[in-house]
T-cell receptor
Framework: KAGVTQTPRYLIKTRGQQVTLSCSPI?????VSWYQQTPGQGLQFLFE???????NKGNFPGRFSGRQFSNSRSEMNVSTLELGDSALYLC????????????FGPGTRLLVL | AQKVTQAQTEISVVEKEDVTLDCVYE???????LFWYKQPPSGELVFLIR??????QNEISGRYSWNFQKSTSSFNFTITASQVVDSAVYFC??????????????FGKGTMLLVSP
């Protein structure tokens, strides 16, 4: 089975712009979670989608949003980028039941200038 | 709120040495899962192990072994005869049930392991 894929792998944006990141889960997985990783804060949970519905959300401002499509692919959007949004954004997929293992993609490295 | 502590920020060893990475967790749940992930320089988190809170048996997989002790809320990870390819950041994570059947992961800060030849 192919693993979790994320596009793009690297991105450079300027403050005030918006960005959309994409994640394709492992075939058959219906849950997609997003995490932000920074040197200062470590790995932090952003949100989780299951069957096109957001089930859980972390403590991030409303500038961070996401969605999931009927094929389980997910996108996350960050509007009005700030320098502090520079991070590695990781997507993880799982079957979505009973706390199964989450499998991670390679991440998207976002640099905000 | 749940919490995962990895007190060791960085560990340096020479190849063939054994090394233990510590993980201490806090949770009020009675049912939870613990995980270890490896993050090589490429950035992808690689799943290593998942352990249910009711299963305190130690596990061995090749050079890797895990010691889960509920009494001390610890889930330590040992690499035997370390190799240069083991160099990575290792994360311990705790899964908390948020709703019916689903959960979110809380990660520790990670331990960077450097194995030199």
């Amino acid at each position: 089975k192919a693993g979790v894929t994320q596009t793009p792998r690297y991105l450079i944006k300027t403050r005030g712009q918006q960005v959309t990141l994409s994640c394709s889960p492992i075939s058959g997985h219906r849950s997609v979670s997003w995490y932000q990783q920074t040197p200062g804060q470590g790995l932090q949970f952003l949100f989780e989608y299951f069957s096109e519905t957001q089930r859980n959300k972390g403590n991030f401002p409303g500038r961070f949003s996401g969605r999931q499509f009927s094929n389980s692919r997910s996108e996350m959007n960050v509007s009005t980028l700030e320098l502090g949004d520079s991070a590695l954004y990781l997507c993880a997929s799982s079957l979505g039941y009973n706390q199964e293992t989450q499998y991670f993609g390679p991440g998207t490295r976002l640099l905000v200038l | 709120a749940q919490k995962v502590t990895q007190a060791q920020t960085e560990i340096s060893v020479v190849e063939k040495e054994d090394v233990t990475l510590d993980c201490v967790y806090e949770t009020r749940d009675t049912t939870y899962y613990l995980f270890w992930y490896k993050q090589p320089p490429s950035g992808e988190l690689v799943f290593l192990i998942r352990r249910n809170s009711f299963d305190e048996q130690n596990e061995i997989s090749g050079r890797y072994s895990w010691n889960f002790q509920k009494s001390t809320s610890s889930f330590n990870f040992t690499i035997t005869a370390s190799q240069v390819v083991d160099s990575a950041v290792y994360f311990c994570a705790l899964s908390e049930a948020v709703g019916s059947g689903y959960s979110t992961l809380t990660f520790g800060k990670g331990t960077m392991l450097l194995v030199s030849p």
